[in-house]
């Protein structure tokens, strides 16, 4: 199994306090995302960073940021958590072989963040 | 964009029965890949195969199979002879050469003993 820890794995929060999400590799993989899983929209991208400092966006990350100060730790943080921000938070990496080509992603066991 | 569609929300199937997942995608892209994960109900994600946009042979893993059709922009996944243990939420993924991910909403499947 890919080494890939997320903490904490479960999280129940208030509306509006910050909540920061942990992702730690010890795959030495320079692709790292983070994903939120929602029934019926399967998995959606929220942020992803491709080295150390290097993030870029997906296609929901409104509401969130991300950091990612060492090749192991990848952050996301929820700066004013909101109910509609309550799922099932993963993170995953990955490495381009050699050649840049794409290879499979592999996931953390995942965090279940409750917003009330 | 890319997008995935997964038009199969749940499937149940009895033990031993044939079941096969449509998956059907878009892009723009000529280099593309193409994976399929699972979900048991454990929660965790699994990967079960890649396939790249210059590659259209199918592909057979014990009971698992792959039907990858560019013509038709769809990767069917067929498991055959199901178990119990085959019961999870499947998901077919897209990515373009930039390692992003785009999922289909992912289908449920039920084997019933």
């Known amino acids: 199994d890919a080494g890939i820890t997320q903490s904490p794995r479960h999280k129940v929060t208030e509306t509006g306090t910050p909540v920061t999400l942990r992702c730690h590799q010890t795959?030495?993989?320079?692709?790292m995302y983070w994903y939120r899983q929602d029934p019926g929209h399967g998995l959606r991208l929220i942020h992803y960073s491709y080295g150390v400092k290097d993030t870029d966006k997906g296609e929901v990350s409104d509401g969130y940021s991300v950091s990612r100060s060492k090749t192991e730790d990848f952050l996301l943080t929820l700066e004013s958590a909101t109910s509609s921000q309550t799922s099932v938070y993963f993170c995953?990496?990955?490495?381009?072989?050699?050649?840049?080509?794409?290879?499979?992603?592999?996931f953390g066991q995942g965090t279940r963040l409750t917003v009330v | 964009a890319q997008k995935v569609t997964q038009a199969q929300t749940e499937i149940s199937v009895v033990e031993k029965e044939d079941v096969t997942l449509d998956c059907v995608y878009e892009t723009r892209d000529t280099t593309y890949y193409l994976f399929w994960y699972k979900q048991p109900p454990s929660g965790e994600l699994v990967f079960l195969i890649r396939r790249n946009s210059f590659d259209e042979q199918n592909e057979i893993s014990g009971r698992y199979s792959w039907n990858f059709q560019k013509s038709t922009s769809s990767f069917n996944f067929t498991i055959t002879a199901s178990q119990v243990v085959d019961s999870a939420v499947y998901f077919c993924?897209?990515?373009?050469?930039?390692?992003?991910?785009?999922f289909g909403a992912g289908t449920t499947v039920t084997v019933r003993a």
């Open positions: 993924a897209l990515s373009p050469n930039d390692y992003k991910l785009s």
């Open positions: 995953a990496i990955s490495e381009p072989t050699r050649g840049g080509r794409n290879t499979e992603a592999f």
């Open positions: 795959e030495n993989h320079r692709y």
